[in-house]
């Protein structure tokens, strides 16, 4: 039993070093004075300086933000939607079309996702920028919302709103009231992961944004393209703080709320 | 079941449909037309057969219908190549990204009850995190001149520094690395939800832990070794920035010659046609995904 | 148990961080033995179970199995089988393979593990149901598949841990019978773990009574139910109505016993002198319920219930306690509301330690 307790605990240190030391690396050598990527010439905040006066990096960031915030909302909408038509209907006509749709984008290639909204778009004359690129990732956060809070609604007791009906809810209203903020938690999650999607993405961004519309990851690409620089390092540390933040207070606020059930 | 749906009914179920029906299914039909077009020099640099709004006349411009893109992959072998290359890198990715994932995901999975919830965010967490900057930071750890590289020479282990980065290898460094959390999850649940009592009465039976492992464990981690692989398999296939950032020139991945054609090249017939093949690929995969999704998830 | 003991505890001590969860227990359990081991939840009557099974390590003390310690034996190695309160068959075998698995695990042959299941399908009537998966069958068979499964590698002792809690009233009385026909005719020790006292009454040749990690009482069913050793175990096994009085006088080793102030009545034999206060236990179906006679407490009925077989009823005393009284048969009761007079045979009553 030692032993195996042993082995254990060395799977995990391996794996988790395995995941955080590059983020890590990363996060250390964007405080290295040097420009040199391997050699450490001191701390310094120099490369956050000059970030700040990177002016085309900021207006990305801001278009990012935007896009996602929107994009996110709408995928949320439209998934919470899709998840409760599959949670709660049944049978309904064209059930497997429907849920294989659901599924596909979470492993379909970014190419083949970007390329044909990208075409659709073309097809369409719509003027590419930044609704279009809005549009493709709330299709692609709207999947993952969908799996997200349908895998919570199905844990929940269908009791409950059988009780919320008994006792004079219209079904709507039983989900309304009952359901939904139940699966709060989930929604929220949901919007999270949409948004973290939207932020993240390059390649769907690239096939669907315009002129005026190239977001952070696209900027951050091009500059990657050309090489490392402390910079990028910097801008990495950034977004892997602001992250780092909203999972510490999300956990924090999960964890709080389930010691306030147990007492 | 009732035979009619209330308004606000119809609703909820009618705007995820009308929405993935125009951004998802439609899109792929368009795809599938332009690849049937003939490549032109014009914006959009391609010649519709026919447009919408042709009416009955489309049934007419069937026959110009042409097969040119997709002739054009069976001719240059380096698209056969490049799709072979794709699934044998996917492959490779796979089975190192499970070699890795499972122990991680079985050493979590029979944690405490106290540290599960937290291994589990350390687990998801680089998820949340740019895949973008995660793939980014391995060149500053793979380049010649990078971190492994130093690390190695001044701790004596080589002499000369290796040649990892742009590289096949450092491809799948990077999808094994990016992945991880989407085979450590189905893993992790596999694993954790099996009844603690089901190893006890194996070793109450006489099977060693060894024995139990290979015989209760593995067995019923079955389904999430399965959802993990296809997870990763899948987008692994058509990855672009992994190959573009990682890989070296000769490195030769289906999405990156999608891009390629593209942007690169402007031949959008040729890139939808890459598409399509691409998709016609992956089906099977993704109706064993799809289908392993359902199971998990019975309505 | 004139000859060695299969299992024994020497002054065994589990504890969990604070939680003392077997204290000091030492016991021996007989070869071909139906011992069960009864308690509430928590008593440690689990714990004890899981010792022998192997699945936890004593903090204290030794565990020998045929004279053997079973301190550095790991579970698969102990010639031991426990029967799961889950059951704990394996979702992806077959009841065939759940049923061979510890003979396969033993590296018998496939023909003479094919020949024992087939045996052991038989025994617990589930012929022809060898190709099942567990999800295919109802509680009871999967209850049957777990208990053949135990029974495979002929182990020295049984454990069941609960076996019948899954399992709906009239079909729990079947398999304790069932039981018990299969433990006399293969003589394998039995040890049952369990809450319920029906069970370890009916089934057990002797139980042990636990409580808060101790053992309690260890007796015969009937030594346990008749004289039971302390106010914990006559509550526990049964109903029991008690007494406080104080000792007024002894004669010829029976005592004389005035309960609150009230009448006197005779008892049993006690020990303690004269003044000592002792608590007097009698079950309800000792209990006697007249309308006329002087003698006995007064009381008022509460409420009486029919059940069939029997008639309980409750009186409150006029010192405000309440007596529950049971009767066999179809005699009457007499009405809610009826002012009777409670007492019992000096027979009837049990003296317990205060």
Redesign the interface.
């Given at each position: 039993m030692k032993q195996s307790s042993f082995v254990r605990s060395a799977a995990l240190l391996f794996g988790f070093a395995f995941l955080y030391a590059p983020i890590a690396l990363l996060v250390i050598y964007s405080f290295n004075a040097s420009r040199l990527v391997t050699v450490w010439g001191g701390f310094s905040t120099r490369w956050y300086g000059s970030l700040l006066e990177n002016d085309q990096l900021i207006a990305s960031a801001w278009i990012s933000l935007r896009i996602a915030l929107v994009s996110a909302l709408i995928a949320t909408i439209v998934g919470t939607c899709a998840a409760i038509a599959l949670a709660r209907f049944g049978r309904f006509r064209g059930r497997l079309a429907f849920s294989s749709m659901i599924y596909a984008p979470l492993v379909m290639p970014e190419v083949i996702t970007g390329l044909s909204l990208l075409l659709l778009f073309v097809a369409l004359d719509i003027p590419r920028g930044f609704w279009t690129v809005v549009v493709a990732h709330a299709t692609l956060g709207m999947c993952f919302v969908a799996v997200v809070v349908h895998a919570r609604l199905l844990t929940l007791d269908r009791s409950l709103e059988e009780a919320a009906m008994d006792l004079g809810a219209t079904p709507g209203g039983a989900l309304l009231r009952v359901t939904l903020p139940l699966a709060a938690p989930s929604i929220l999650a949901g919007y999270a992961l949409a948004f973290i999607l939207s932020i993240d993405d390059v390649v769907i961004a690239s096939f669907t944004s315009g002129p005026g519309s190239t977001t952070l990851p696209m900027r951050i690409y091009s500059q990657v393209r050309l090489g490392v620089t402390p910079e990028i390092n910097a801008v990495s540390t950034i977004l892997i703080g602001m992250v780092a933040l909203i999972l510490a207070v999300g956990v924090l606020t999960s964890l709080r709320s389930d010691a306030s059930v147990r007492d | 079941?009732k035979a009619r749906?209330?308004l606000?009914?119809r609703?909820?179920?009618g705007?995820?449909?009308v929405?993935?029906l125009?951004?998802?299914?439609?899109?792929?039909l368009?795809?599938v037309k332009?690849s049937l077009s003939q490549a032109a020099l014009a914006q959009?640099p391609y010649a519709p057969v026919f447009a919408?709004g042709d009416g009955w006349e489309a049934l007419e411009k069937l026959k110009e219908l042409s097969l040119a893109a997709y002739a054009g992959l069976a001719d240059d072998w380096l698209y056969a190549e490049a799709y072979l290359s794709s699934l044998r890198l996917a492959a490779v990715s796979t089975a190192f990204t499970l070699a890795?994932?499972y122990?991680?995901a079985?050493?979590?999975a029979?944690?405490s009850h106290r540290w599960r919830?937290i291994?589990l965010?350390?687990?998801i967490?680089?998820f949340?995190?740019?895949?973008?900057?995660?793939v980014?930071?391995?060149?500053?750890?793979l380049?010649d001149?990078?971190?492994l590289n130093?690390a190695l020479l001044s701790l004596g282990l080589i002499s000369e520094p290796l040649h990892i980065f742009a590289s096949d290898e450092a491809v799948v460094i990077g999808i094994v690395?990016s992945y991880?959390p989407f085979m450590?999850l189905p893993l992790y649940n596999a694993i954790a939800r099996q009844?603690p009592?089901?190893l006890?009465?194996?070793?109450?039976?006489?099977?060693?832990?060894t024995?139990?492992f290979w015989?209760?464990t593995a067995?019923?981690s079955a389904p999430g070794v399965v959802a993990g692989c296809?997870?990763v398999f899948?987008?692994a296939?058509?990855?672009?920035?992994i190959p573009?950032?990682l890989g070296g020139s000769d490195t030769l991945m289906i999405?990156r010659t999608?891009?390629i054609e593209?942007?690169d090249n402007r031949d959008?017939p040729t890139?939808?046609a890459v598409?399509v093949v691409?998709?016609a690929l992956?089906v099977v995969p993704?109706a064993f995904?799809?289908r392993s999704?359902?199971a998990e998830?019975p309505? | 148990m004139s000859a060695a003991p299969l299992i024994t505890f020497e002054h065994v001590t589990k504890r969990y961080g604070a939680v003392t969860a077997v204290d000091d227990v030492s016991l021996e359990i007989g070869a071909g033995e139906f011992f069960a081991l009864l308690g509430p939840s928590g008593c440690g009557k689990t714990t004890l179970m899981r010792l022998i099974a192997g699945f936890e390590t004593p903090d204290a003390g030794r565990i020998l199995i045929d004279g053997r310690d079973m301190a550095d034996m790991p579970p698969h190695a102990r010639p031991v089988n426990m029967m799961f309160q889950s059951y704990a068959l394996f979702p992806h075998m077959d009841v065939a393979r759940n049923i061979g698995f510890g003979l396969a695990q033993a590296g018998q042959p496939k023909a003479a593990i094919a020949a024992r299941v087939a045996e052991l399908l038989r025994l617990v009537q589930l012929e022809g149901l060898g190709a099942r998966k567990p999800d295919q069958l109802s509680g009871g068979q999967r209850q049957r598949v777990a208990l053949a499964r135990a029974l495979a590698r002929k182990p020295r002792l049984v454990l069941l841990d609960e076996p019948l809690a899954a399992l709906d009233r009239k079909l729990r009385e079947e398999t304790q019978f069932e039981l018990m026909r299969l433990q006399r005719e293969l003589g394998t020790a039995f040890m049952l773990v369990t809450h319920d006292q029906d069970e370890a009454m009916v089934m057990a040749h002797r139980i042990a009574v636990m409580r808060a990690g101790r053992i309690e009482q260890l007796g015969a069913p009937r030594a346990i139910y008749e004289v039971p050793a302390s106010r914990f175990v006559a509550g526990f096994i049964g109903e029991v109505n008690l007494f406080e009085g104080v000792v007024a006088r002894v004669e010829d080793g029976l005592a004389f016993v005035r309960l609150n102030g009230l009448n006197a009545l005779v008892c049993a034999a006690v020990e303690g002198a004269v003044g000592a206060s002792v608590t007097l236990a009698v079950r309800p179906e000792r209990m006697l319920l007249e309308l006329v006679r002087d003698e006995g407490l007064p009381g008022v009925v509460l409420d009486s219930a029919y059940r069939g077989d029997t008639q309980v009823a409750r009186v409150r005393l006029a010192n405000g306690s309440l007596v529950r009284i049971a009767r066999f048969g179809a005699a009457l009761m007499p009405e809610r509301g009826a002012a009777v007079r409670v007492s019992f045979a000096p027979d009837a009553a049990r003296v317990l330690p205060a």
């Open positions: - | 079941m749906r209330s606000a009914e609703l909820v179920l705007a995820p449909w929405w993935l125009v951004f998802f299914l439609i899109p792929f368009i795809v332009i959009p919408l890795v994932a122990p991680l079985y050493a979590m029979r944690a919830p291994l965010v350390l687990a967490a680089p949340w995190t740019s895949f973008l900057i995660r980014y930071a391995w060149i500053t750890i380049k001149e990078g971190l130093h690395y991880l450590v009844p009592d089901l006890e009465a194996a070793a109450d039976l006489g099977a060693s832990p024995a139990a015989r209760i067995p019923l296809l997870l899948i987008p296939i058509g990855e672009f920035v573009d950032l999405g999608l891009w593209f942007f959008w890139a939808s598409a691409l998709l992956l993704m995904y799809e999704q359902m998830t309505s | -």
